[in-house]
């Protein structure tokens, strides 16, 4: 990995050149929730495949701004995410799917209440950076990436690089008093 | 299938929830929602448990209070299951100097506007009281109702805010 800015380039989602098939989502206490997942090879065609998958089922989930492979039951370091249209995004890279990403710089933390399709019914106040340079693979190329974000896009990508860990927003939750029964009204 | 409300309160001392918890876990009582904290240095826990008989519980927690520093009720309460939402979820935070009636007054216009307190908190400290409430508005009343709150705590001397508890799916 060079130090250098490389952003997503030309990649796409087309890139992988598999169709994405729709996988159920699991949800907490799944234990492969809580499993750190191993790095996985990005050039592979299993983890092509999963990455088309974890997009194709982040695409159909109303909300999803981003999904991880232990959230479709995979324990692995691979994840899809898209904050396209959300209306806190300030930089948003589209639709990607990062592997064996890390966190390499992370400031100007700040709370925020966040919630996850993988525990449905809960809801709680977590800190996350609001400035967030992360380094990873691409899958399908294998190219490394180091994207620079900031707002919602970077609490996106801290959600689900802490899926990949096997760590949940409830393994960060503020305090005690800091989670609470999620309240849909649609 | 029983569902007891519990309650235990008075002086704070390290291992009461171990030893109420492990009294529950012996009857085969399953300990659901709970929440615990100290109120002005007293231990205080409400807890919600499924399982064995009021009387069999009272017996278990009765040597908890035998040295009469701790209080522990149980009543059996009928399940209320999955309440529905009854609108948007905001946050309204009241503080400034103390006086009589804040909560009153401040949850009196939440009332009277249709919204359901869900969680609470005040405390008072030094001169400086602070109210935080987690509330479900009806949609569409959260200009309304941050104008009345306004001028009740402008009547009141106190600052409030209310803003909208909004959660990030992700």
């Known amino acids: 990995m060079t130090a250098e800015y490389v952003g997503l380039g030309d990649w796409t989602v087309e890139t992988l050149s598999v169709p994405g098939e729709v996988r159920p989502v699991v949800s907490a206490p799944d234990p492969v929730l809580s499993r750190p997942g191993p790095e996985v090879d990005p050039t592979s065609d299993e983890v092509v495949r999963l990455a088309a998958d974890l997009v194709a089922t982040m695409q159909v989930s109303p909300g999803c701004v981003g999904l991880a492979a232990p959230q479709v039951g995979v324990s692995a ?14 930089t948003v890279h589209g639709t990607f799917v990062l592997c064996n990403a890390k966190v390499v710089e992370a400031s100007r933390w700040k709370a925020g209440r966040e919630g996850c399709m993988s525990v449905p019914d809960l809801t709680g106040d977590v800190k ?7 380094e990873g693979v691409l899958p399908g190329t294998g190219r490394p990436v180091r994207l620079v974000t900031d707002g919602f ?34 | 299938m029983n569902e007891l409300a519990i309650t235990v309160i008075g002086r704070d001392r390290p291992g ?22 100290r109120l002005r240095g007293h231990f205080a826990m409400t ?10 519980v009272e017996a278990a927690l009765a040597p908890l209070a035998a040295d009469g520093q701790l209080l522990a009720t149980v009543r059996a309460v009928t399940p209320d299951g999955q309440t529905a939402p009854t609108g948007e979820p905001y946050v309204m935070a009241v503080h400034g100097a103390d006086r009589m009636g804040i909560v009153a007054a401040m949850t009196r216009v939440l009332a009277d506007a249709g919204g359901n307190v869900t969680d609470l908190s005040t405390r008072l400290t030094g001169s400086l009281y602070v109210v935080v409430a987690e509330v479900e508005l009806p949609p569409g009343s959260s200009d309304e109702v941050a104008g009345r709150l306004a001028r009740t705590a402008a009547d009141l001397g106190v600052g409030v805010s209310l803003r909208p508890a909004d959660t990030d799916l992700l």
């Open chain 1, 153 to 186: 896009e970077a609490r996106a990508l801290q959600h689900e690089i802490d899926h990949c860990a096997g760590l949940l927003f409830l393994d960060r939750v503020a305090g005690a008093h800091a989670i609470y029964q999620r309240k849909v009204y649609l």
């Open chain 1, 77 to 90: 370091q691979v994840f899809a995410v898209d904050v396209t249209g959300h209306p806190k995004a300030v």
């Open chain 2, 16 to 37: 009461i929830v171990a030893d109420v918890a492990e009294a529950l876990a012996r009857l085969g009582a399953n300990l659901t929602d709970s929440t615990m904290t």
């Open chain 1, 128 to 134: 996350r950076a609001g400035r967030l340079v992360v």
């Open chain 2, 47 to 56: 807890l919600i448990c499924v399982g064995p008989a009021t009387a069999d």
